[in-house]
């Protein structure tokens, strides 16, 4: 009788356990229905995405020129052995700056190449599935990190984090955008993404450097691995992207190439490309400089970024609070942005300690955070009022801005430094944004347009929730044709003038004008 009492209570204990974990899914996937709570899951989930992205492309600065060095070492001895002279030691050392130049261009180089694909499948097929496919790749590729023996390995894995880069970067910065449609919202949101983003970069080196150093070369990558692949059970538990049925009707976005030669932006994706120079043509000189100029500690070479973090995140905190007043001087930030990113690039060849050098890196780091808080949700808001409401191409292009500066910098500033030196270097970089700023002047009149002038806004009885909200603009502009149409056909032709090339009739602009006006007075 007790032991049936026994595994009756048992029963019934599990019973109620299972009853209260059925309840309490029930209520996660009840909450998941809220559009603000999907929002923040989705900032969570798209900011844990950047910032191993960002964590595995700089990671590997103090783990793999070593490694590498030692196994060149351990490849030459037997070679040196036999010989008896160190012209092939001095040869291998330089086609290891070679190779080590080249693997950490890799990344960037097969991102560029692919973005603008992504960009078009993005458009196609919805935010959540290329961000599975992002984190994926990401994931293999910080394995193949891990347990890599050999420069081939190594290559084929940096190479492969290119490609997962482009569907989790573009994608996660597209999902934001698409969420949080408000000016306000849509700043703090990616202002958020961009901190993430400096965190991982600016914190992977000491993290990377100190776990090599005691614990070996694959810990660094494992613990990265595991943290990407609770990110990606996360996304689909929360999320669960293939049961999504809303991409089925998704409206047709504007193709890539129409966005590229848009002049708006263009001078946009330009802005992004200067603003990183300094940064991805420095993270790969400095070293050498700090050691021959300043005899600086591999602790403090190590270190060097790391104080920069905290202005770059008081820089977006500032461009989020000015934006929400201001929305209109989006523009003045960014080029107020890029001047400090070449006064301080200039001033770095100035420096003579570590501690003078602290303050250009902070000022380019802050310089950079107020150009790309600015510019980031200007890309979508031109897309808004210029385009169709669809982000995966313009934020692919965002993508390749970034990506042309750091495919450059870690083959093109090494030549620069050897050819004509490090203070010519800093000095062209710091007058290229200086030069650069006064084009940004070419969006002030854009930046004026309040976002309640939009077609999305001005169609859109209700606010937009999201995902993708532009199938019900497509409707609203059908119907609007319809009604326009009969109108002239009731002889009331001269009512309103042809819509522009991107869709939008002035006479819905004019209207929408009036309306808010009459609202006022």
């Given at each position: 009788?007790?032991?049936?009492?026994?595994?009756?209570?048992?029963?019934?204990?599990?019973a109620?356990?299972?009853?209260?974990?059925?309840?309490?899914?029930?209520?996660?996937?009840?909450?998941?229905?809220?559009?603000?709570?999907?929002?923040?899951?989705?900032?969570?989930?798209?900011?844990?995405?950047?910032?191993?992205?960002?964590?595995?492309?700089?990671?590997?600065?103090?783990?793999?020129?070593?490694?590498?060095?030692?196994?060149?070492?351990?490849?030459?001895?037997?070679?040196?052995?036999?010989?008896?002279?160190?012209?092939?030691?001095?040869?291998?050392?330089?086609?290891?700056?070679?190779?080590?130049?080249?693997?950490?261009?890799?990344?960037?180089?097969?991102?560029?190449?692919?973005?603008?694909?992504?960009?078009?499948?993005?458009?196609?097929?919805?935010?959540?599935i290329?961000?599975?496919?992002?984190?994926?790749?990401?994931?293999?590729?910080?394995?193949?990190?891990?347990?890599?023996?050999?420069?081939?390995?190594?290559?084929?894995?940096?190479?492969?984090?290119?490609?997962?880069?482009?569907?989790?970067?573009?994608?996660?910065?597209?999902?934001?955008?698409?969420?949080?449609?408000?000016?306000?919202?849509?700043?703090?949101?990616?202002?958020?993404?961009?901190?993430?983003?400096?965190?991982?970069?600016?914190?992977?080196?000491?993290?990377?450097?100190?776990?090599?150093?005691f614990?070996?070369?694959?810990?660094?990558?494992?613990?990265?691995?595991?943290?990407?692949?609770?990110?990606?059970?996360?996304?689909?538990?929360?999320?669960?992207?293939?049961?999504?049925?809303?991409?089925?009707?998704?409206?047709?976005?504007?193709?890539?190439?129409?966005?590229?030669v848009?002049?708006?932006?263009?001078?946009?994706?330009?802005?992004?490309?200067?603003?990183?120079?300094?940064?991805a043509?420095?993270?790969?000189?400095?070293?050498?400089w700090?050691?021959?100029?300043?005899?600086?500690?591999?602790?403090?070479?190590?270190?060097?970024?790391?104080?920069?973090?905290?202005?770059?995140?008081?820089?977006?905190?500032?461009?989020?609070?000015?934006?929400?007043?201001?929305?209109?001087?989006?523009?003045?930030?960014?080029?107020?942005?890029?001047?400090?990113?070449?006064?301080?690039?200039?001033?770095?060849?100035?420096c003579?300690?570590?501690?003078?050098?602290?303050?250009?890196?902070?000022?380019?780091?802050?310089?950079?955070?107020?150009?790309?808080?600015?510019?980031?949700?200007?890309?979508?808001?031109?897309?808004?009022?210029?385009?169709?409401?669809?982000?995966?191409?313009?934020?692919?292009?965002?993508?390749?801005?970034?990506?042309?500066?750091?495919?450059?910098g870690?083959?093109?500033?090494?030549?620069?430094?050897?050819?004509?030196?490090?203070?010519?270097?800093?000095?062209?970089?710091?007058?290229?944004?200086?030069?650069?700023?006064?084009?940004?002047?070419?969006?002030?009149?854009?930046?004026?347009?309040?976002?309640?002038?939009?077609?999305?806004?001005?169609?859109?009885?209700?606010?937009?929730?999201?995902?993708y909200?532009?199938?019900?603009?497509?409707?609203?502009?059908?119907?609007?044709?319809?009604?326009?149409?009969?109108?002239?056909?009731?002889?009331?032709?001269?009512?309103?003038?042809p819509?522009?090339?991107?869709?939008?009739?002035?006479?819905?602009?004019?209207?929408?004008?009036?309306?808010?006006?009459?609202?006022?007075?």
């Amino acid at each position: 009788m007790n032991a049936d009492g026994g595994s009756s209570g048992l029963a019934r204990s599990a019973a109620v356990k299972l009853s209260e974990m059925g309840a309490r899914t029930k209520q996660l996937g009840t909450a998941m229905r809220d559009p603000q709570r999907q929002r923040r899951v989705i900032l969570v989930i798209v900011c844990v995405a950047l910032l191993l992205d960002n964590m595995l492309y700089m990671v590997i600065v103090p783990i793999i020129p070593d490694y590498l060095a030692d196994l060149e070492n351990e490849q030459s001895e037997p070679r040196a052995n036999g010989s008896g002279n160190d012209t092939g030691a001095r040869g291998g050392s330089a086609n290891l700056d070679v190779q080590i130049g080249v693997l950490f261009a890799s990344k960037a180089i097969l991102q560029l190449l692919v973005n603008p694909l992504s960009g078009t499948f993005i458009d196609r097929v919805g935010y959540d599935i290329p961000l599975l496919i992002g984190l994926s790749v990401m994931f293999l590729s910080t394995c193949i990190f891990a347990f890599g023996e050999n420069y081939a390995t190594l290559f084929a894995a940096r190479s492969l984090q290119g490609l997962g880069s482009a569907f989790a970067d573009t994608s996660g910065l597209a999902m934001i955008a698409d969420k949080y449609t408000e000016e306000a919202e849509r700043s703090r949101a990616l202002g958020i993404a961009l901190a993430f983003i400096s965190f991982g970069s600016l914190a992977a080196p000491p993290f990377g450097g100190v776990l090599y150093e005691f614990a070996g070369k694959r810990v660094p990558f494992l613990v990265l691995a595991f943290v990407c692949l609770a990110d990606g059970f996360l996304f689909l538990a929360l999320l669960r992207p293939f049961s999504n049925r809303t991409r089925e009707n998704m409206p047709v976005g504007t193709p890539i190439h129409r966005l590229m030669v848009d002049p708006y932006i263009a001078v946009v994706a330009g802005a992004l490309t200067v603003c990183n120079i300094p940064l991805a043509f420095l993270e790969p000189t400095i070293a050498k400089w700090m050691e021959s100029t300043m005899h600086s500690t591999r602790w403090q070479v190590g270190l060097t970024w790391l104080p920069a973090f905290f202005p770059h995140v008081l820089g977006v905190y500032v461009t989020v609070r000015l934006a929400a007043r201001h929305p209109n001087l989006q523009w003045f930030y960014g080029a107020l942005g890029l001047v400090i990113i070449g006064a301080s690039s200039c001033t770095v060849p100035a420096c003579k300690s570590f501690g003078q050098l602290v303050a250009p890196l902070c000022g380019i780091c802050f310089g950079i955070a107020l150009v790309d808080t600015a510019l980031l949700p200007t890309l979508a808001f031109l897309v808004d009022v210029r385009h169709v409401s669809v982000y995966g191409s313009v934020y692919a292009i965002a993508d390749i801005s970034y990506s042309v500066a750091y495919a450059m910098g870690p083959v093109v500033a090494g030549q620069i430094v050897h050819s004509r030196g490090f203070v010519q270097l800093n000095l062209g970089m710091g007058l290229v944004n200086v030069l650069y700023a006064p084009a940004l002047l070419l969006l002030r009149n854009v930046c004026r347009m309040r976002p309640s002038y939009s077609e999305r806004d001005t169609l859109l009885d209700e606010p937009p929730q999201g995902l993708y909200d532009a199938i019900r603009l497509e409707e609203r502009r059908a119907d609007k044709s319809e009604k326009r149409s009969k109108k002239r056909g009731h002889g009331d032709e001269g009512a309103c003038g042809p819509p522009d090339e991107n869709g939008f009739d002035a006479f819905d602009a004019f209207e929408a004008r009036r309306s808010q006006s009459d609202e006022f007075t």
